[in-house]
């Protein structure tokens, strides 16, 4: 069940623009609550946990990681547990997205979290950040206070950081300078790093709900896989 509670390519222009329509919406939306959710991969993966699980996946983030606009069974880290119950690995899923958050709000967050036990710690913010134009010095720093306070409260786990863009309409010094926030902390503390987090769901209608914001159970089916990708090496081999 669940609980509520490395940059090295080019990444096209195209996806930037998407980034600036994921985060305007997504910044300006109403939306305040966090979701709890689980759920399948694939629909062939269907099965109930066979054991109790013993290891925590704690998915830290915003809207994207709540599952805003889906039922609780469909956002990516729901999809993720049943991935896990399905190859009988003993972990459970927290999801600890909250909508509209930005990494100052998840700074300031982060200690009531970190009171439960993990054993990896998936971080997905900074979009919210860059609508709103934050100096990008600023939310680095938000970032490395809160992967700091995980790293001094749990020392070895792994970390994954979830890139995100920034608005082009900032312009190309800012775009820069924030897309590298998340490959130079992805070097400094050794993270995992996801380089695009929405790549293949950003700006597919299809994948997407009303708004075109929020990936809706098919995009957020292949959001699941794409993680899945960095997660895998992590939990197979504990």
């Known amino acids: 069940m669940t609980i509520k509670i490395r940059l090295t390519h080019t990444i096209p222009l195209s996806l930037v623009i998407i980034a600036l329509a994921i985060v305007f919406f997504g910044c300006n939306k109403?939306?305040?609550e966090s979701k709890k959710n689980y759920n399948q991969l694939e629909p062939q993966e269907r099965q109930m946990p066979t054991s109790k699980?013993?290891?925590?996946i704690v998915f830290f983030g915003n809207s994207l990681t709540a599952g805003f606009g889906l039922r609780e069974e469909e956002a990516f880290p729901n999809l993720i547990q049943a991935k896990l119950d399905s190859l009988q690995l003993?972990?459970?899923v927290v999801n600890a997205g909250l909508s509209g958050e930005t990494t100052a709000g998840g700074d300031?967050?982060?200690?009531?979290?970190l009171q439960q036990p993990m054993d990896i710690f998936f971080l997905e913010l900074g979009g919210n950040d860059a609508l709103r134009g934050t100096d990008v010095e600023t939310t680095k720093a938000n970032l490395i206070s809160i992967i700091t306070k995980v790293r001094t409260?749990?020392?070895s786990i792994p970390i994954i950081l979830a890139g995100m863009l920034a608005p082009p309409n900032l312009g190309k010094s800012y775009t820069k300078s924030f897309a590298a926030i998340y490959s130079d902390l992805a070097k400094e503390?050794?993270?995992t790093l996801i380089p695009f987090f929405l790549e293949g769901v950003g700006g597919v209608t299809k994948l997407n709900q009303s708004d075109g914001i929020h990936p809706n159970a098919a995009g957020q089916r292949i959001v699941a896989n794409h993680v899945w990708k960095y997660l895998e090496q992590h939990v197979v081999k504990k």
């Open 189 to 191: 503390f050794e993270l």
């Open 90 to 92: 003993n972990f459970k």
């Open 153 to 155: 409260k749990h020392p």
């Open 53 to 56: 699980a013993s290891k925590i």
């Open 108 to 113: 300031r967050r982060i200690d009531w979290v």
């Open 30 to 32: 109403v939306e305040t």
